[in-house]
């Protein structure tokens, strides 16, 4: 599985600030699992991050047609920031 084709394919992606980590995972049928850990913006509102995900996706899917595919959203509040907005913590909830 050549997941620097896939961490290449995210970076590419405007919009996906960062990937954090990129894993692909053998399954005992042959199959195989994709993670990865996409980095947005503190401004970037909640609908544009989930399109960017769906964007994700395809680009994976693309490289990897028959991969399960698992993409874990990571948006940084801005720090020292005394009232972040409510999508932050919402996102940051599945951790």
Do not use: K, W, Y
Request: zero cysteines.
């Amino acid at each position: 599985m050549q997941t620097s084709a896939i961490q290449e394919a995210l970076l590419a992606t405007a919009g996906i600030q960062s990937v954090e980590s990129v894993e692909a995972h053998a399954l005992a049928d042959g199959g195989h699992i994709v993670t990865a850990r996409l980095g947005f913006g503190p401004s970037t509102p909640i609908g544009e991050v989930v399109a960017l995900l769906e964007v994700a996706r395809a680009e994976i899917r693309a490289i990897a047609p028959e991969a399960v595919i698992l993409l874990e959203p990571v948006v940084a509040g801005p720090r020292g920031d005394a009232n972040p907005p409510t999508d932050v913590f919402v996102i940051r909830g599945a951790d």
